[in-house]
Structure formats: C-alpha cells, structure tokens
C-alpha cells in the first residue's frame, strides 16, 4: 500500500505535443482515484506514465516515498488493468492470474494456490482452466482484475476498465469494483472517460483538459461546484446550462429575464460586469406559470423539445433565442410549443468570471 | 406476439422494403459456361504443370538418356532408378548437404536474421529502418545471375573484395568453404522474405499483452516466450514451410560453386542437373526428383500437421 505523488510531471512526445504539462498531484494511499477527460487531454498518458510505459519528460513519479521516475515498469511494484484485459490467450484462467508471479519466480505449487484464493474471491473458481476466448467479457474482467489483485502490488492502475462491457454490465461491474477497492485497500488509480463512471465510484477525482488538470476534488465538489466553464460542460449527465449574462445589481440579466445572483457569487460582482450564469438542469424548477402570478427569478420561453429521461423529462426551453435546459419530474411534463418557466436554485446556481468560479 | 402498448404512428411514409434474391450461382452464367471462363487457365495449369509432373514420374521408371540407343528407345526398367539412387553415395551425400543448406541458410540464416531484424526495427521510425529494410530487400528482388556474379567476385581467390577487405591473401573461400559459401550466400538472399512477415507478424501482436508482461517485470526473452512467440506461431511455421521448401530445392548455388569442389556443395538441385543434364541420365535424374518431390511431401505435410495443432 502506497501514496502516489506526481511532481510537475511532463511528457512531450517527439514531434513536440505536450501531453502532460507539468502536473501536481498526490493521491493518498488507499485512495480511489479518477482521472477523467475528454478524448486526447492526457489522462492515459498520464496513467501510463505513473505505469512507467512512457517515460517522463520532466518532473517525477513517487510511489511509496520512493522516486520511480527512472525505474523500469517491472520494479515499480505496481498492477495495471488494460482497456482490453491484454490475457494471453494461449494460457487458461490460472497460468493468466499466476503470470505475474511466475515471473517473480514464485514456486508453481504456490503460484497455483494463491491465484486460486484470489479467482475463488472474484468467483471465478469454476472456470481456471479455460482459455480467455471461453470467457464472457464480465468474467474475462474478473481475470484480468484477479491477475492485478496476485501480485500484491502497491498500487493498481486501470485503464478504461469498464469500457469493454456492455451498458447493463458495466452498472454491476461498477458497484463491484468499488466495493472490492474498498475492501482491498489498496490505492487505486483508474482513468475514464465517463463522468458518471467518474462520479459514480471515484473518492476523489481529477478533470484534465490538453495535459492539465482543471479540477481536483470530490465527485460531490466536482458536480455541485465546478471550478470553471469546461469542468462545468463536461460533468453531468446532462450538461450544465452556461448563458453569458450580465450584472444588474442584486439580478443578472439572462437572455432577456432577470435571475437574482446565487448565494455563491452573492457580494463578489460588480454592476454592468459580464459573466457567465451556470445551472444544471436539475436544479432549474420548471413550471407552467410563474410562480406567484410574477415571472420574478425565472427564464420564460417556449418548449422546443422534451427528452424522456425514464423517471424525469428534459425540457429544452427557447428564451428569447438562448437555450435553456431543466429537468422535469416524469407526469409533469410539458408539450411542445407550451409556455414555460424555468426557476434556478439560488443556492445551486453559479456564476463564471473568465471562465473561472465566482466563489468565497 | 408482444401487445403494442402504444399504436404506430402511421402518419410517416414507410420506406417500401427492398426485395433481395440471394442465389448460389451468384454470376448467373450456369455450369457450362462457367466452365468455359475457367477452362483456358485449367488447360495451361494442365500442359505446364500436372502434364509435366507425371511425365517425370514415368520417366523415373524408364532408361531415358539423352542421348544413345536408350534416348531413341527408352526401356522401362521399373524401380531400378530409384533402388540405385538409394544405393548411391553420391545422393546420400546431396541429401546430407541439402538437410545442411536447409537448416543452416532457411531455418536458422532467413528465419533466424529475419526474425531479429524485425524484432529489432519493430518500433523504430525513420531513415535508419528505411536503409536496413531497402538494403535487405535489394538482396531479394535482384536477379540470381547477378548476385551470383557479385558473391563470386566478393569470394573469389584471385583478387576477391573480401580477401581485399580481410587482408587475406588469396584465400580460396570458395574452395575452403564451399558450403559455408553457399549458405551465407542464401542467407542474405532471401532474409528479405522472413523479415517482411515477421514485420507483419510483430504489428498483430497487441501492444497491451507486451506491456502486462512488462508490468510483471518480464525480461525481452520472457517477452517473446510468453507473449510473442504464441502470438506469431502460425506465422513462423508458415515462414518454415514455405522458406523450407524453397531452400531445398534452390538451384542458385550452382550458380556460385557449381556443386564443388568434388561434390563438397552439390545439394540436390544440383544433384539432380548433374546427373540428368551433365551426365545424361534423365531416367535416372527423374527418379531422384520424385524423390525429392517426396521429401517435400513429408515436410510439407510435418509443418502442416503442426499448424493444424496448433490450437
């Protein structure tokens, strides 16, 4: 079991793209770590760095208080799932989880009784002798996570260790790999490219974009309080509703309608400033007509389109030529073409000065 | 069926489905003149190939020669050919020197050197992958006669490059070593081939499997044991069977020492035009070639017994 620490960690691949741009970061031990991002922004080379597959361009890896930096990815004493599990397809079951030990030159007798436990705690004893082609891709993930959990590793990596199951799969694997980190306790760090995957089972987790991390903190933080614009854009199942408004002393002038400024941002705007006005669509309350006969506090347009989202409706929102999105519990849902009213939560509502949280 | 819970919307054209008629004479042609598109490539395969075959198994069981009473009227003598070759030192001994050739210059030189070239270049870019693949590529497409001519004038005694290079008098590397020659020779000749598989082979390995095995802290043998040997099994023996079969029955080496000095060199394609062209023998010259047509069954079918089980 061991910290990770990353000191202003670099990699430049020739040709000159900066994949990682000298990051900062320290994931205690025993944590379950996520780095999260869009397609291209550094995540896996970020994972494959600590992994040492790509060699660093400058800064440093620590594990366990000691600098890996420079030590190739067998002494690193560390386990990594593949996106594609990587079985040797010539080995059954055992021989696959056992691998790594045999390597080790772990005593065969012994090798066997250990991957053995292991696969019998994934529940997998009933298939050790058969080829990673005979398995399913849930149990094949079991393989490979029953291969990662033999070596006794300090830390385990996973790439994308969900992406290869299909929807319903990958909610039960979800529920299972978090409970089994928890049980395990050893320090976990796994990359994704699914904010809900992210949320859903990370401790803590890192937003990157272009080989930088825009945000650090829990997946609660992360959803209720992004730091900026494009934190804010990419968490959520459905994104963030982000329109440019204006301040107009205790209101922000959005898309036409006046909004009162959220408790966040309260006292920290100036008069005529030009922000942008953040709500997610959950925490905008739709309604037919204005609350208490006034439109005071609330986005009025038309309804363009609504979403059926199984137990709650999207409803997208024409106001005056801006889109707004809320969420509207299933039975109250509007028709197109309706007037509508759209109520942000002041206490959920924030505003972005360039980009950037408007907060204490 | 399962109740509609909520009727079509009917009001939206629906797409007419196209029909589709799927038949086993896709081309619609009919037997016979499907024959007939076949039957000039059929005739040739027949004249050039199955007409000559039988025909050096028919010879093989006459007296044919080249020339004399026998080439006027050729006797069959039944297994003669065959219980005198097997009788033979001279046969034993290309056969000894044809195992040699195949598994010093294909097996172990092409698939060996081929094998490390690629492995070596696998994730190297640039000028340097560039010459190494061109150089061994040239020694591929360039024609026999010419790099026979050129691997006589780098071995020759009188005035040779390499004895130029080596400061090594008038060595006779021909006469001293004429099998060693002749393999070194094939070796560069034909690398080109096991290289450019084994690059293709290398690619299909999945990058992932070398990195797990890297991760357990696996050495490069332990690589190539565990992840890319399994991998690329089929393709090694494949490489083995063809690279084989074209190694024993290579007359190139005629070409570079002639079979000598005093049969030091004569593998069996040299054998078999000796006997029959040089010494006139062609009954007994096609009987050692359906011999040799035998041995490549074997391996033939050895390499192919081993690709089916590899499973």
């Known amino acids: ?360 | 069926m399962a109740q509609a819970t909520s009727p079509p919307d009917l009001t939206r054209e629906t797409a007419e489905p196209t029909a589709r008629r799927y038949s086993v004479d896709a081309a619609g042609l009919g037997r016979w003149r499907a024959g007939a598109f076949a039957a000039p490539a059929l005739l040739l395969i027949a004249i050039f190939l199955v007409f000559p075959a039988l025909w050096v198994l028919y010879l093989g069981l006459t007296d044919y020669r080249l020339t004399g009473t026998a080439a006027a009227d050729p006797k069959v003598v039944g297994l003669d050919n065959f219980l005198s070759a097997l009788g033979e030192p001279t046969f034993w001994n290309s056969t000894w020197l044809t195992v040699q050739f195949v598994l010093g210059s294909a097996v172990i030189g092409q698939v060996g050197l081929g094998f490390a070239i690629a492995w070596l270049l696998r994730d190297k870019r640039g000028p340097l992958k560039r010459i190494v693949e061109g150089l061994v590529i040239l020694a591929w497409i360039l024609p026999s006669a010419v790099v026979s001519f050129l691997w006589v004038a780098l071995l020759d005694a009188d005035g040779g490059t390499l004895n130029a290079l080596l400061g090594t008098g008038d060595y006779a590397w021909l006469l001293e070593h004429p099998m060693l020659s002749i393999i070194v020779f094939n070796t560069w000749r034909g690398t080109a081939f096991s290289m450019m598989l084994y690059g293709a082979a290398l690619g299909n390995v999945p990058p992932s499997h070398l990195e797990s095995a890297r991760l357990a802290g696996a050495s490069g043998w332990q690589q190539l044991r565990d992840v890319v040997f399994p991998h690329i099994k089929g393709h090694i023996l494949t490489n083995l069977l063809l690279i084989s079969l074209w190694t024993f029955n290579d007359f190139t080496p005629f070409m570079i020492t002639a079979g000598g000095p005093d049969g030091k060199s004569e593998v069996l394609a040299v054998h078999v035009y000796k006997v029959a062209l040089q010494s006139g023998q062609l009954g007994y010259g096609a009987a050692v070639s359906t011999v040799i047509l035998l041995i490549n069954l074997v391996v033939a079918v050895f390499y192919l017994r081993l690709l089916r089980s590899k499973k």
Not at chain 1, 135 to 151: D, E, F, I, P, W
Not at chain 1, 296 to 308: D, R, T, W
Request: aromatic share 6%; proline share 5%; glycine share 10%.
């Open chain 1, 1 to 360: 079991m061991a910290a990770i620490e990353l000191r202003r960690l670099t990699k430049v691949y020739p040709g000159g793209v900066k994949a990682l741009d000298a990051l900062d970061l320290v994931i205690p031990d025993g944590e379950f770590f996520a780095l999260l991002g869009p397609s291209g922004c550094g995540k896996t080379t970020l994972l494959r760095t600590i992994a040492g597959l790509e060699t660093a361009t400058g800064g440093a890896v620590v594990i366990g208080e000691r600098d890996v930096t420079s030590v190739q990815p067998g002494g690193r004493d560390i386990a990594m799932v593949f996106q594609d599990y990587a079985l040797f397809p010539h080995m059954d079951v055992t021989d696959n989880v056992a691998y790594p030990l045999r390597i080790k030159k772990v005593a065969k007798a012994e090798r066997h009784r250990r991957a053995g436990e292991v696969a019998a705690r994934l529940g997998l004893e009933h298939l050790m002798d058969r080829r990673p082609g005979q398995l399913s891709g849930g149990q094949q993930q079991r393989v490979a996570l029953a291969r990662v959990m033999a070596t006794q590793a300090q830390a385990f990596l996973f790439d994308e260790p969900l992406s290869n199951l299909d929807a319903r799969l990958r909610l039960e694997a979800r529920t299972f790999l978090k409970k089994l980190q928890r049980e395990l306790g050893v320090t976990t760090v796994f990359v994704t490219h699914d904010q809900a995957e992210a949320l859903a089972m990370a401790d803590r987790m890192a937003v990157m974009e272009a080989g930088v991390i825009r945000q650090i903190g829990t997946p609660a933080e992360v959803f209720q309080r992004p730091a900026n614009t494009f934190v804010a854009g990419f968490i959520g199942s459905t994104p963030m509703n982000l329109l440019d408004a204006v301040v107009r002393g205790d209101t922000l002038e959005v898309a036409g309608c006046a909004v009162p400024v959220p408790d966040s941002a309260a006292g920290l705007l100036a008069d005529g400033e030009k922000v942008v006005y953040g709500v997610r669509p959950e925490y905008n309350a739709y309604a037919p007509k204005p609350a208490e006969g006034s439109s005071e506090g609330a986005l009025a347009g038309k309804v363009v389109i609504v979403e059926n989202l199984g137990a709650s409706h999207l409803v997208t929102l024409d106001v005056n030529d801006v889109t707004v999105q809320a969420v509207v519990p299933e039975g109250s849902e509007p028709a197109v073409g309706d007037e509508g009213f759209a109520a942000p939560r002041r206490d959920r509502a924030l505003v972005y000065r360039d980009g950037e949280l408007v907060t204490r």
